[in-house]
Nanobody
Framework: QVQLVESGGGLVQAGGSLTLSCTASERSFSLNTYSMGWFRQAPGKEREFVAS????????SVAESVKGRFTISRDYVANTVFLHVTTLKPDDTAVYYC???????????????????WGQGTQVTVSS
């Protein structure tokens, strides 16, 4: 069973930036043919969609709340998906999760149910 591992979270001041990374725990498992997504969950709130990219990276989708500030990309050699977060706000404070789509990556997906494997999450805390 593949496991996803996120990294890159931390404590940052408002206006700052981070790059979150997600890779498979088993190097032999390729994420490259799947759509990948990032979600986040703030304390007391439901998990919400942040961004998604399809298998070949030609199509991406981001939530309106982060459009223009967050971008998703992938490195096929490194078998890694990134979430570049900029101009951070205190409301961006949450645990950020990456996930692998159930189906091969022809399109982007925004629903939690479209993903079958999830990472353990990485904490992003934005101070004002």
């Amino acid at each position: 069973q593949v496991q996803l591992v996120e990294s890159g979270g931390g404590l940052v001041q408002a206006g700052g930036s981070l790059t979150l990374s997600c890779t498979a725990s088993e190097r032999s498992f390729s994420l490259n043919t799947y759509s990948m997504g990032w979600f986040r969950q703030a304390p007391g709130k439901e998990r919400e969609f942040v961004a998604s990219t399809n298998g070949n990276g030609a199509s991406t989708s981001v939530a309106e709340s982060v459009k223009g500030r967050f971008t998703i990309s992938r490195d096929y050699v490194a078998n890694t998906v990134f979430l570049h977060v900029t101009t951070l706000k205190p409301d961006d404070t949450a645990v950020y999760y990456c996930a692998k789509s159930r189906l091969y990556g022809d399109t982007t997906y925004r629903s939690i149910g479209d993903y079958d494997y999830w990472g353990q999450g990485t904490q992003v805390t934005v101070s004002s």
